[in-house]
């Protein structure tokens, strides 16, 4: 496993589903974790991130914030540098969906969409960036992005106009960011994941046609796992991904191969 003792992470969305698998799993690899979310508990139940973090011999905080207030942002990462004194990973993984083709979008749910989705990731990004700047490189590298994008960044999201075209612009933000700071020791890099299961399995109740798509269209014969993309946001925050950036990486199941 990557070792990432000594550095201090903020990961989004990270009370629940695929956010609370990275969290855990950067924190099972020596992280300190700074689980960011609206609320710490887990919409599945469960023992909370932080908590669980905590319980297993690890640092962590849960710290409220909505990813598109500036200032609770702002509030966010200051935070995290006076209680740990750096911010070494950022995970931007919160996101929200309404799930609806373009006539059917109204004003207000493209503004959240992209309020959460893009905006927020923006934010972050400017925020600990401008963080990481003033902080000693560890190597090569003073600081570490990983951005949770999509498949549907990059093919179109089926009746999902606001969602695909939030990933899409997340996808170029990584790129930008990872070509704008390079010279300066900033690793910027995404994970694309395809369809996961422990979203797909609630789809399956509610939508015959769309779990249908969804495992039809997937080469691997299963749909994917929060750890599969935990998996790849630890290699890409982690010293094994030095030479890596402005790359968003598939972790589809042969989604896009097909």
């Not at 849960?62 to 200032?71: I, Q």
């Not at 990462?77 to 993984?93: H, K, Q, R």
Request: proline share 4%; charged share 20%.
């Amino acid at each position: 496993m990557a070792d990432l003792t000594g550095r201090v992470a903020i990961v989004t969305g990270a009370a629940s589903g695929i956010g609370r698998a990275i969290a855990l799993r950067l924190a099972a690899a020596g992280a300190a974790v700074v689980v960011a979310d609206l609320a710490p508990e887990d919409a599945r139940g469960g023992t909370p991130t932080h908590s669980e973090i905590q319980i297993g011999g690890g640092a962590s905080r849960f710290a409220g914030c909505d990813v598109a207030d500036s200032g609770a942002v702002a509030d966010l990462v200051a935070g995290t540098v006076a209680e740990f004194g750096s911010v070494d990973v950022l995970v931007n993984n919160a996101a929200i969906s309404v799930g609806k083709p373009l006539l059917e979008t109204t004003d207000e749910d493209w503004a959240r969409v992209l309020a959460v989705n893009l905006t927020g990731p923006f934010l972050l990004c400017r925020a600990v960036v401008g963080q990481m700047l003033g902080q000693p490189r560890r190597g090569e590298v003073r600081g570490r992005i990983v951005n949770i994008t999509s498949q549907h960044g990059m093919v179109a999201a089926p009746a999902n106009c606001a969602y695909g075209t939030s990933k899409s612009g997340l996808v170029y933000l990584t790129r930008q960011i990872a070509s704008d700071y390079a010279e300066h020791g900033i690793v910027c890099n995404a994970v694309a994941p395809g369809k996961i299961e422990q979203v797909a399995g609630e789809l399956r109740e509610q939508d015959q046609q769309r779990w249908h798509y969804s495992t039809s269209r997937t080469p691997w014969p299963r749909l994917g796992r929060p750890s599969d993309v935990a998996a790849a946001a630890l290699f890409l925050a982690s010293d094994d991904s030095s030479y890596i950036t402005g790359e968003n990486l598939m972790v589809d199941g042969g989604w896009m191969a097909r």
